[in-house]
């Protein structure tokens, strides 16, 4: 089980920091990303990590300004996020890859199969 959490009401050019607990999730997964789906639109990918690369690919219009890390004794991925714009009000989801059938672009061999409940992120103007 995936638990987010950290979302809430920010101004714009303002800072959140999600997390995302994997703490009861006992199947192992080989990559772990940060996606959100905005009203009416598709789920993007925000960021994804690959850990059999060890490679981190961010969405281009998130780079120099949301950042991944990972405390593996808790389990749990974390995303910084700073100079919120309006357009990204969402819902944020985390999730876990195995390999496979690229899920995103921003990580070509895994699939994301397993996902938290979402976490709601609004900017406000």
């Known amino acids: 089980q995936l638990v987010e959490s950290g979302g809430g009401l920010v101004q714009a050019g303002g800072s959140l920091t999600l997390s995302c607990s994997a703490s009861?999730?006992?199947?192992?997964?080989?990559?772990m990303g940060w996606f959100r789906q905005a009203p009416g639109k598709e789920r993007e990918g925000v960021l994804c990590s690959n850990f059999r690369d060890g490679s981190t690919n961010y969405a281009d219009s998130v780079k120099g300004r949301f950042t991944i890390s990972r405390d593996t004794t808790k389990k749990t991925l974390y995303l910084q996020m700073n100079s919120l714009k309006p357009e990204e009000t969402a819902v944020y989801y985390c999730?876990?890859?195995?390999?496979?059938?690229?899920?995103?672009?921003?990580?070509?061999?895994?699939?994301?199969?397993?996902w938290g409940q979402g976490t709601q992120v609004t900017v406000s103007s």
């Open positions: 999730a876990t890859a195995l390999p496979g059938i690229a899920t995103t672009p921003l990580c070509p061999a895994l699939t994301f199969g397993s």
């Open positions: 009861g999730f006992t199947s192992v997964y080989y990559g």
